[in-house]
């Protein structure tokens, strides 16, 4: 099995940063893609970046050019910066990566329980 932890969530002014950490764990053989999501309540869960084992992005239109993904393979974790934070950004954000583990067959998706950024002055 695969654990999320993640970190990093809090409360920052319109216009800040922060900055998300998710360390994965446990008996894993190789992590695939890493994602992060967003849900905002009363909204549906939402991709904001992911990425690939080899180092490719993708994030969504919303966060482009605010946002940053990037992962350490060596300690299993990836990252999200978040730049110039609005308030449609405040919700909570889980991490999900596709990973193949000992004594699991095959690649599964697996998810951390979510860390909470608010956005207000």
């Known amino acids: 099995q695969v654990q999320l932890v993640e970190s990093g969530g809090g409360l920052v002014q319109p216009g800040g940063s922060l900055r998300l950490s998710c360390a994965a764990s446990g008996s894993i053989v190789k992590i695939y893609v890493m994602r992060w999501h967003r849900q905002a309540p009363g909204k549906q869960r939402e991709l904001v970046a992911a990425i690939t084992s080899g180092g490719s992005t993708n994030y969504a239109d919303s966060v482009k050019g605010r946002f940053t993904i990037s992962r350490d393979n060596a300690n299993n974790t990836v990252y999200l910066q978040m730049n110039s934070l609005k308030p449609e950004d405040p919700a909570v954000y889980y991490c999900?990566?596709?990973?193949?583990?000992?004594?699991?067959?095959?690649?599964?998706?697996?998810w951390g329980q979510g860390t909470h950024v608010t956005v207000s002055s």
């Open positions: 999900n990566v596709d990973a193949s583990a000992i004594a699991t067959f095959g690649i599964r998706a697996y």
